[in-house]
C-alpha cells in the first residue's frame, strides 16, 4: 500500500503540466508529477529520479544523498573487511 | 534496478549486522517498533532477521493501512457497490479483507461491480468512461496517499465531473503511534520510522517521541540495508544514550516533507473527531474526512453508509498485533484458522500485514532455515 | 505459553489436511492457480471423479491402455468404473497398471449395458514382447515388454484476456499449453481436440487469426489437430473467444517422472526467463497504462523436454510453470516428495523489465505464470549436464539451476534472497493478475 | 427458358460446393450445428488445421498409435505435422494408416526442436503378430496384426441453458456426449478429460450437483474422468458454467465405421424417440411458458453400440443425433455417400408430447437435438436382426427402422410423408433453439 | 393429434385425388393460387403436389407476412433497436429478414438486444420485467395476427406499462389480393381463401372475387386434406360454371369471423393511406397503424424512424413470386445465390415463403421424386 | 406465422377472465381467450377445442363441423372404393 519505487522522468507530457512518463527498468507510465511541480527546488525535470507510489511521484530523488548513503555502508563494509582482516591477522584466532 | 539494487547487496549487509551486533550489550535486549506495514514486507521477504542477533526484535506495528479499516467500513463499501449503478474501485489489497458478510471478492461473486485500480486516477478515468455510472474509490491509506486522492477529487472537481465520489478512510500516522506509546503492555526501546508517509509530513512530526516519551525514531526506506541501517542508527543512538529523530531514508524524505501534498490534503480534508480502527477502537483526531465544499464527492454523504459498528470475530487478534503487544505466531488462530488463504483478521490479508508477512515470508526461525539453507 | 515451534508444527499439520472448499460462490481466485483453485478441485472434483491418474493432479493423465495387438483387447481397468487402478499418473504407477493392463480380467461394472465386451476382438492373444531389443535396460523391459501403450491425456481451457497479445494468442496459448502439459509428462505429444466457445458477434477475422496462430503453433509443435467443436453463446455470455484443447501423447520412453520421486540432493532448473507470459497479459489489458518492450514466453515446450529428457536419465519431474508460477509448482513438488526446496533467488532468471513491472505492482515474479517455461528436477550428478542441453536448445538459452532440494523442513520451499536471508516461497494465495490463459 | 430439371441440376452443384463463410461476426447459427456450422468449421478449422482424420468432421477421430510394444516407438505420422497422414476418421483409411505406422520412417518436421526423438525407446522391434489368434478373420488379421492400437478421441463443449433440466444437467451431458461420441465410432469408451469455465458468482453448491451428475454418469457409463482443469471468469463472461470435455476411446474391433460405405438396400434405424431433449431445454427455460411432462433423453450410448456391433457384422454407420437432430445427420451421411436417404415418417419415433410441443412452435422435431439417440445405417440384410438386438436394450426399446437407402437423387435426403407425399428433409438452417449441449 | 391427424390421413387423400383427377377436362390447365404461406408450407411439407395431377397448378400467393415486408422496415427495426436501452422483440421468423445492412440476427451478432418471442404478450410480460428498459415489439402480420398485438397494447395501456411500444407492420389481406387481381400479367382460375385470416374477417370480404372478377374462391384449413378438399371445391364450382365463395374449413373459420377480434383491430389501430409491399410496391390501405389514442405506444412516432425506402437487391424476384407470376424456381438467383442459409429475398426466409418452402421441402419435381420414393 | 393449433381448454384460470390453460397433447401453456370470451355462443368453457395463434384462442372449433368435413372425405373415399371395386370387377381390366 506505501509501496513506493525509484523511477526516472523520461518525458513532460505537453500539454498535461501535472503529467510525465517515468521509466522503471524498461517499464514505462504516465505519473502525475502535480505534487512536485517542474519548477523551483523541489520541482522535477526530465533526468530526475522520483519516488513513484499509486500512479503519482511524491517524491525527488536526492542522488546526493543517496550515494552519500551508499558510500557511508560501504566505508561500513570497509571497515569491517579491515577489523576481520586484523582479527585474522591477530593471533587469537 | 537503481535505487533498489544497490540497498539489497549481501556483503554491506554482512558488514551492518556485524556492526549492530557488536553494538548490542550483551544480556540486553533491545525491542524496536518499524511503524510500518512496508518494513514489514522487507523484513520478511528478504529474511532480513536472519541479520539481526537474537537479542534485538522487531516488532510490528500499526501501519498497514489496509489491517486498520474495522469491519464496519467494509461493510459500509460492500453496501455502497451493491447499489446496480455503482462501480466500486480499490486497491488490490483490499479485495480479500473480511467485513462480516464477506470481502469485496465475495461481494464481487454476489453480483457487485468491484474493480482493482492502481490509482485513483485510474477511477476518475472510468468514471469518465462510464458515464452512466457511478464510480466510487475506497479510499484508504496513510499521508503517502491521501494527497493522490485529494488531488484527484481536486481534478474531479475541476472537470466537474458529477459520477465520482470518495469513500475516505484516510488515516494518519501520528495518533496511532501516540496510541502505542500510550498503551500500558508495551515496552519499546525505539521506532522504525514510516518512510513513505515522511516523504509527506517530513520528520517533524516524530519530535514529541523523542521529547515526551524518550523514544529514538529513525525514518527508514524500504529496502533491506535500509532497515538494517536504521537499526544500527537506532542501536547507536541507544549505546549513546540518546533518544532523537533521525533520517536514515535521506535521499527521499525530505526533513520537512512535501509542502503541496500537504496543502492538497488540507484544502480537500479535514480531520475526523473520531475514527475505528481494526483492534485497536476509536482514536480520536486519526483519520481524515473529505471538507464540506466536496461533499458533492464524498460517498458517505451521497450513499448515506449505514456506519454501524461491527465487533470483531472472537478468536480475532489483530489489535494485539498491530500494537506490537502479540507477535504474529502467538495469536490463537494463526496459520490455522487464520491464514492467508481464509484470513480472519486482517493482518494476514494485505503483504503488509504482520500476520500475512510473517506467514507467507517468515513462517520459519532463523535457526530452522539457517540449518536447511546454510548447510 | 506456546512456543513458534509448536506453532509451525500445528501449521504444518494444517496446511498437511487435504484443502476444504468453505466459499458458497465461485471467485476468481478459484481460477488463479493458487489454494483456492486446489481446495476447489480436490473438495469437488477429486473427491467426485476419485481415480489414481486423477489423483496425483499432475499435467496430465497417464494411461495404460491394453495391449491392442497381444490380443487381450478387452478395455483396461478403467472400463471397470470409477473404481479401477489402471489410470497412473505420470508413469509412477505403471508396472502395478501393466499387469493389470495384461490381467485376464475384464471386469465391466454393468453387464447389461456392456454385454460380450471383446467377444469379437480375438483371444487369447501372446504378449508383445521385447525380445530383439537388446539395447533395452532392465527397467525398460519392466515396464514395457508386459503392457499396452501408455498414453498421456491432458486438458485445459483458455479464457486469457486480452485474445491477442504481444507475442501469441489465444490460439497458439491453447495449442502449446496442451502440448506443454503432455510434455512434461514425458510424453510425445501428438494429437490435439479443440472446442471453442464463441460469443455471437464475436469477428469472423479474429477467429481466423486464432486458428491460424492455432495451426501454426500445431506445426511447429508437430502435432494434429484432429477432432473439435464448435458452441456459440448470447452476447454478454462470454468474452468473445475460450479455447479448450485436449491432447493425447505417447508416452514411449521408459521413465518414471513423478514428483514424489523428488529427493535431497536433487537440483531445480528452469528452462528460461520467468513471468513474461503474465507480466504481458496484464500489461496488455491496458489498464494499468503501463508500457514495456515484452512479449510472452508462449512457445511449445516438447523439444526442449525431448531434448531433455533424451541427454540424461536424471530427471525426476518436469512442470510447465503456469497459473501460479514457478512458485506454486516448487510447492506442489515440495508437498508430494516432502522435501523442503531451496530457492536461490538471485539465480532466477528474470528479465529486467519483467523485475521493474513486478516492482512498481508490489508483485512477485516467482508467482507469476509462463507459459514457455518449465521447471525440472534433475538428480543432482546430472544437472549440470541437464543444464548444458538446455542451453543448448533455443528455447532454453537462458536456462539455469536455481536451487537444490534439502530433506527439512519438508514440504515447505525456501527463498534464499539475494540480500542473503532466507524466507519461505508458498502456494499462490488469491490472484493478482487478471486472466491469463 | 430454364426448366425445373435444370435448375435443380444447378442446385445440386451449388450444395456439392465446399460451404463458404460469409459472415463478418459470428451468430447464434453458426453454433446451431446446421449449415452455419458447416460453414464456420469447413472454411475456418479445416481449411487451417487440415489432416485426414479431422477431414472426415465425424463424431471424433479415428487414430492409429505406432505399436509402442514393436519397438518402432517414433510418433505416428501425425507427429510430422499437418502434412501427416495418420490420422483417419472412422477406421476407413486403417489400412493405410497401419503401415504407416510399422513403417521405420520417423520423420520430424523440425529436427532442431525434437533431436533424436527414439534413441532411448529401443529400435528395431518385431511387429506385433496376431499367431495365437486363429479366431481372427482374415479382414481383422489385415487390420490389425499389422498395426498399434487404434483410438478413438474427440471432443465436446457443452453450454447448454439451463444448466439444470428434466431429466439431467450440463454434468451428464457432458459425459454422455462424448461417451456417445466415441460408441458411436464403433470405440469404446475409456478415459474423459473435463475441463470447466465458470463464471465468478457461480454457486458451489450448484457446482457439486453438477460435479455428482458427472460422477454418476461416468460410473454407469464405464469411463473415468482422468484429468481436468478449472479457469474462473468474471461475471457476466459466461453463463455459470460451460465444460469441454474429450475422450479417448479404443478401437478394438476390426470394423469399418464410415459414413460413405452406406449404399443402396441399406436400412436407416434410429435407437430411440427423437427430440425429446432439444424440446425439453426449449420448454425448461420458462421463457415460452409452455408446459409438458417431458424429461430429455441424455443417456450413454457405449452399452447399446457395443450390443449393436457384437451382434451384427452390417453395421454401416452410427451417428448420434445431436444439434440439428436426425435431419442433419442423414444428411451428413447421403452426401458423403452421395446416395438417396428416403426417411418414412411415419416410421419416425416421436413421443406425443414431443410432437404437440413442435406442432405448437411450429418446429420439425426431425431437427430437434437429441442425447441419447443415435441413428445407425444398417446393410439391408442385417436390419432386422439390429432392430431386435436395439429393441432388446433398455435404451433401445423404441429403436425403429426409419427408412432405407436408395441411389438416386444421390446426396440428398427425402421424406415419405405419413400423408403419402414426399418433401426434401434439407440439413438445419439457422437455429430455432436454445442452446441445448 | 386431434383435430390434426385426421386430416392428414393418406387414405382419404388418395380417394380425394381419384374426385380432383376425375374432375379436369382433358387439356384444360387449372391454376389456382393459395393467398396465404401457411398453404404454400402445409403443399410443399406434406408433399401434397404428388396427390394433384399435372394440370393442376397451385400458384402461391403474397400470403406470408414476413415475406411482405420491405427492406426500408427492417433496416428502421434495427434502427430502434440500436438504442442502447432498447430490446426489440420479434416473432423467430424475423430473425433472418435481410435488411439492406444484414438481418435482425446480423444486428443481435453486432450488439442490438433482439429476442426472439412467441406471443406479443411475452413482449409486454418482458416490459414489465425490465422497468430500466424500453421493449418494443415488432409486429407483423395480416388479421389473424393483428387482434393480439391489439389485445396487447390495451393491456400495456390499462396496466400503465410505459416502456412498451409496437412497431407496427400489420398489413391487411384484401388490398393484395385485388393487387394480383388487378396485376396484366397473371391468370388464375380461383383462390384457396386464407384460413387463419378469415378466422378473424370471415368470409365476406372475398365476396368481390367472385362477384367483381368471376373467381371462385374457398377458404381452406392448413392440413394436407382440408387443402386437397378445398381444391376439389373449386374444381366442382369451375366443373358447375360457379364462381362463389365457399368455405372448407367450416369447422375453424365462421362465416362472419370473429367480432371481438375485429372490435379489438378497430379501437387500437386505423387503416394507413398507403403501405410498401416488399416486390409488391406501395399499396393504398393496405396496413395498419396505431391511432392517436395509443401514439404512447407506438414505436414509429417514440424513435423517430428514419422510414427510408430501400430499394430490393437487382437480382432479387420476390415481387413476382409473390404475385404468382414467378414459379420460386424460375427466379435466377433461386438455389444458387438465394438458399435458405443465405437468402437474398424475404421468400427465403420464412418457411412459409414460396421460396424457402419450395427449397426446403419441395426441390424435387413429382416424377423424380415417385420414382425415388415409390419404386 | 399464421401458424394456428388446435387444443383443449383444461382449465380457465381463476381470477384472470381471459386466460385459460390449454392442452395440446400433453403440452400445456397459457392462452389468451379474450377475443372469445367465456359467455354467449362463441364463448369458450373447460372441455371446447379452440384454435391457438400466437398465445392467443381465435376460434372455437365446431365440433359438429368437423365431423361433418370428415364424414365427407369419408364417403367419398368409399365411394371411391366402390368405384374402383366396380372397376375391378368390370370386364375392361
Ligand atoms: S492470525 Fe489472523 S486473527 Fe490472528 S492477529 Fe493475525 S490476522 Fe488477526
Ligand atoms: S429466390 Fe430469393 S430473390 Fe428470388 S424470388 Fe425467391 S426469395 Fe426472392
Ligand atoms: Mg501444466
Ligand atoms: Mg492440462
Ligand atoms: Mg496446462
Ligand atoms: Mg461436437
Ligand atoms: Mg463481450
Ligand atoms: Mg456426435
Ligand atoms: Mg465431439
Ligand atoms: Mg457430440
Ligand atoms: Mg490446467
Ligand atoms: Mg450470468
Redesign the pocket.
Known amino acids: 500500500m506505501c509501496l513506493g519505487i525509484p523511477g526516472e522522468i523520461v518525458e513532460l507530457l505537453p500539454g498535461r503540466a501535472d503529467l510525465a512518463t517515468v521509466e522503471i527498468a524498461g517499464v514505462r507510465r504516465a505519473v502525475n508529477i502535480g505534487l512536485l511541480g517542474t519548477g523551483g527546488p523541489g520541482g522535477v525535470q526530465v533526468g530526475d529520479w522520483v519516488l513513484v507510489h499509486v500512479g503519482f511521484a511524491m517524491s525527488k530523488i536526492d542522488q546526493d544523498e543517496a550515494a552519500a548513503t551508499l558510500k557511508l555502508l560501504k566505508g561500513m563494509g570497509e571497515a569491517y573487511t579491515d577489523e576481520l582482516d586484523a582479527l585474522a591477522g591477530s593471533d587469537i584466532t | 534496478m537503481r535505487f533498489i539494487d544497490e540497498y539489497r547487496d549481501a556483503d554491506r549487509a554482512r558488514a551492518l549486522a556485524a556492526r549492530i551486533a557488536a553494538l548490542c550489550e550483551p544480556g540486553r535486549h533491545y525491542k524496536f517498533m518499524e511503524v510500518c506495514g512496508g518494513h514489514t514486507h522487507t523484513i520478511y521477504k528478504h529474511g532480513l532477521e536472519d541479520y539481526l542477533p537474537e537479542s534485538v526484535q522487531l516488532v510490528h506495528g500499526p501501519g498497514c493501512p489496509v489491517c486498520v479499516i474495522p469491519m464496519g467500513r467494509v461493510d459500509d463499501a460492500i453496501a455502497i457497490a451493491r447499489h446496480p449503478d455503482v462501480i466500486l474501485t480499490s486497491f488490490g489489497d483490499m479485495m480479500r479483507v473480511p467485513g462480516s458478510h464477506g470481502s469485496f471478492l465475495d461481494a464481487k461473486a454476489a453480483g457487485a461491480d468491484i474493480r482493482m485500480v492502481y490509482s485513483p486516477l485510474d477511477a476518475l478515468k472510468l468514471a469518465r468512461r462510464n458515464p452512466d455510472r457511478r464510480v466510487v474509490f475506497m479510499a484508504v491509506g496513510f499521508e503517502t496517499t491521501a494527497p493522490s486522492t485529494a488531488v484527484t477529487v481536486l481534478r474531479a472537481a475541476a472537470e466537474g465531473v458529477r459520477n465520482f465520489s470518495v469513500f475516505c478512510n484516510h488515516v494518519t500516522i501520528i495518533p496511532a503511534i501516540k496510541a502505542i506509546l500510550d498503551s500500558p503492555d508495551l515496552r519499546l526501546d525505539g521506532f522504525l520510522g514510516p518512510g513513505h508517509v515522511s516523504t509527506v509530513i517530513g520528520c517533524r512530526p516524530y519530535e514529541f517521541i523523542a521529547r515526551d516519551y524518550g523514544r529514538p525514531l529513525v525514518v527508514a526506506g524500504f529496502e533491506p540495508l535500509d532497515v538494517l541501517q536504521a537499526v544500527h542508527m537506532l542501536l547507536v543512538q541507544l549505546a549513546e544514550g540518546r533518544a532523537e529523530v533521525d533520517n536514515q531514508y535521506t535521499r527521499v524524505v525530505p526533513w520537512n516533507g512535501n509542502p503541496r501534498a500537504l496543502q492538497a490534503i488540507n484544502q480537500v480534508m479535514e480531520l475526523r473527531p473520531h475514527f475505528e480502527w481494526r483492534g485497536l477502537g476509536f482514536i480520536s483526531h486519526s483519520a481524515l474526512r473529505l471538507r464540506d465544499a466536496y461533499a458533492d464527492f464524498d460517498a458517505e454523504r451521497i450513499f448515506q453508509v449505514p456506519g454501524v459498528r461491527v465487533a470483531d470475530p472472537k478468536s480475532c487478534q489483530c489489535g494485539e498485533v498491530l500494537k506490537g503487544v502479540l507477535r504474529p505466531w502467538e495469536c490463537k488462530v494463526f496459520g490455522t484458522a487464520c491464514t492467508p488463504e481464509n484470513p480472519i483478521g486482517t493482518c494476514m490479508v494485505s503483504s503488509e500485514g504482520a500476520c500475512a508477512a510473517y506467514y507467507n515470508f517468515g513462517r520459519f526461525t532463523r535457526r530452522r532455515t539457517k540449518e536447511a539453507t546454510h548447510a | 505459553m506456546i512456543t513458534e515451534e509448536q506453532v509451525l508444527e500445528r501449521i504444518r499439520r494444517t496446511r498437511a489436511r487435504r484443502p476444504r472448499l468453505r466459499d458458497e460462490r465461485i471467485t476468481l481466485a478459484h481460477g488463479a492457480g493458487g489454494k483456492a483453485t486446489q481446495s476447489l478441485v480436490e473438495s469437488l472434483f477429486v473427491a467426485a471423479f476419485r481415480n489414481p491418474a486423477l489423483e496425483r493432479l499432475d499435467?496430465g493423465a497417464v494411461l495404460d491402455l491394453p495391449a491392442a495387438a497381444s490380443g487381450t483387447s478387452g478395455p483396461a481397468r478403467a472400463a471397470s468404473g470409477p473404481s479401477g487402478e489402471t489410470g497412473a499418473a505420470c508413469a509412477d504407477e505403471m508396472s502395478d497398471a501393466a499387469s493389470t493392463a495384461l490381467g485376464d480380467e475384464t471386469v465391466l461394472a454393468d453387464g447389461t449395458v456392456n454385454p460380450a465386451p471383446m467377444s469379437r476382438a480375438g483371444e487369447p492373444g501372446s504378449p508383445t514382447v521385447f525380445a530383439d531389443d537388446p539395447a533395452a535396460t532392465a527397467r525398460m523391459s519392466d515396464a514395457m515388454a508386459t503392457a499396452g501403450p501408455r498414453l498421456a491425456f491432458?486438458t485445459?481451457s483458455y479464457v486469457v484476456s486480452p485474445l491477442f497479445f504481444p507475442g501469441g494468442d489465444i490460439g497458439d496459448l491453447a495449442v502449446n499449453?496442451?502440448v506443454?502439459?503432455l510434455a512434461v509428462c514425458g510424453a510425445r505429444p501428438l494429437y490435439l481436440s479443440a472446442g471453442f466457445i464463441l460469443e455471437e458477434g464475436f469477428e469472423v477475422a479474429d477467429l481466423q487469426r486464432i486458428i491460424a496462430s492455432m495451426a501454426a503453433a500445431a506445426q511447429r509443435a508437430g502435432v494434429q489437430i484432429v477432432t473439435g467443436d464448435t458452441k456459440v453463446v448470447g452476447r454478454g455470455k462470454a468474452d468473445g473467444c475460450y479455447i479448450t484443447t485436449a491432447g493425447v501423447g505417447l508416452l514411449d520412453r521408459p521413465i518414471t517422472l513423478d514428483a514424489a520421486t523428488v529427493r535431497p540432493g536433487d537440483a531445480v532448473l528452469v528452462s528460461g526467463p520467468i513471468g513474461e507470459h503474465g507480466v504481458t497479459i496484464m500489461l496488455a489489458r491496458g489498464e494499468l497504462d503501463i508500457e514495456a518492450d515484452l512479449t510472452s514466453d508462449t512457445a511449445p515446450l516438447n523439444g526442449l523436454t525431448e531434448a531433455l529428457l533424451n541427454a540424461t536419465a536424471g530427471v525426476r519431474v518436469l512442470r510447465?510453470a503456469?497459473?501460479g508460477g514457478v512458485a506454486t509448482v516448487l510447492n506442489e513438488i515440495a508437498q508430494a516428495s516432502q522435501t523442503a526446496i531451496v530457492v536461490d533467488e538471485a539465480a532466477v532468471p528474470i528479465r529486467p523489465v519483467v523485475a521493474g513491472a513486478c516492482e512498481l505492482l508490489g508483485i512477485d515474479p516467482l508467482y507469476v505464470a509462463c507459459e514457455g517455461r518449465f521447471v525440472a528436477i534433475v538428480d543432482g550428478a546430472h544437472a549440470d549436464k541437464a543444464l548444458t542441453v538446455l542451453q543448448t536448445h533455443p528455447l532454453g538459452r537462458d536456462a539455469a539451476i536455481i536451487g537444490h532440494v534439502h530433506d527439512d523442513p519438508p514440504s515447505l520451499v525456501l527463498g534464499r534472497t539475494a540480500f542473503g536471508g532466507t524466507r519461505v516461497i508458498d502456494t499462490l494465495v488469491g490472484d493478482p493478475l487478471p486472466r491469463i490463459?
Do not use: A, E, H
Open positions: 499435467d491432458t485445459d499449453g496442451t506443454n502439459d510447465d503456469t497459473r490463459c
